[in-house]
């Protein structure tokens, strides 16, 4: 590391001008990371927040309510002949709500983006903005908990579905 640069590498060369500023070519690894990471980030087969949620509260409740703005609360209830995988695909859609008003303080898991919906003591929370949650009245998920404890238990399509 002489020139303070890694064995082989020596100084990015200064290339022509691009739009009145130096263009630099870096010899490096970090052009294709940041490539790669914008391939990645930008791929649509990468699983979103929203989908984890949409795994996890049909596997571990038979009530679910999804807000889909930040005004509009609704109730899914799973029906008693209703398999998880297809109750999963009712609440994706979004069809067959139910007809009550949904009341988010009786749930005992909150999966939110912003922590703006009122939660219980005790209950189960990730938000990805916590900001305004408290960590001694409800317990923290990070995502990895989530993803990592969606086989964690059985899903209720196991237990008999209630009446």
Do not use: K, Q
Request: charged content about 20%; aromatic content about 4%; overall charge positive.
């Amino acid at each position: 590391m002489a020139n303070g640069f890694p064995p082989g590498r020596t100084r990015p060369a200064v290339t022509a001008a691009h739009r009145g500023r130096p263009h630099i070519d870096v010899a490096c690894p970090c052009r294709l990371l940041g490539s790669a990471l914008t391939d990645y980030f930008a791929s649509p087969a990468r699983v979103r927040l929203g989908e984890v949620a949409l795994w996890h509260a049909p596997a571990r409740a038979r009530t679910v309510i999804l807000r889909r703005d930040r005004n509009t609360l609704t109730a899914f209830t799973r029906r008693p002949d209703e398999t998880v995988s297809s109750f999963v695909e009712r609440l994706a859609a979004g069809t067959g709500p139910d007809p009550t008003t949904p009341d988010p303080a009786s749930a005992g898991l909150a999966i939110l983006y912003r922590a703006d919906v009122p939660v219980g003591p005790g209950f189960t929370v990730h938000a990805l903005l916590p900001a305004g949650l408290d960590p001694a009245a409800v317990r923290l998920l990070t995502v990895d908990d989530l993803v990592a404890s969606l086989a964690a238990r059985p899903a209720v399509d196991e237990e008999p579905a209630a009446a």
